[in-house]
């Protein structure tokens, strides 16, 4: 059995994960941004939150040794490895408004938020339950006046992040739509489930 799981580009999926269970999310190719969001597998009003992860863990740039935290202020997620260093927990999945309004692009275009909705719909999510994504690999810098820009992401060919699920959950990731996260390009994002022991679960 092949390991490695394959999201294509502008799609995403949705999956279970069991408490302690590892998820290693790869950039294969660089420079792609992965959408994630998480949800309490036996509760799903509870979700990944991430005002109380800033709150919490008194930063706006999480990286490895920090935690993913729920709307009801419990840890969801440890990061236990990020060789890329930069995710972005500020910016909301890019949707059919984003390019209406920021692209100034009428017509049809894939977005985070739809392949988000499609792929949690069977997990009975819906639209509104969604909350910010944890934004893998995406690169937000800001101004001394608090102004944003998304720059292309500084992750290259094979850099991962690894999460440690700290209760039973559901997750979607996409293998995000948005040209200016992204460098202009699509790109497909691979993941892994283990153990602890790295042992192939899923």
Known sequence: MNAIHIIPPQTGVAFELNKGDIL???????QQVSDMVAFNREDPKEKISAGKSM??????LLTKGNFLWSNRSRKMMEIREDTNGRNDFLLA???AETFQIMYDNPEYHPSCQENLQ??????????DDIPTAFNVFMNVQFDENGKLSVLPPTSKPGDLVRFKAEMDLIVALTACSAEDSNGGTF???HYIITDEDGMINQ
């Open 24 to 30: 290693t999310i790869i950039d294969p190719l660089g």
């Open 55 to 60: 709150d919490f863990e008194e930063s706006i």
């Open 93 to 95: 999945p890019c949707s």
């Open 118 to 127: 499609q792929n949690l719909r069977p997990f009975g999510i819906e639209l």
């Open 187 to 189: 790109k497909p994002i």
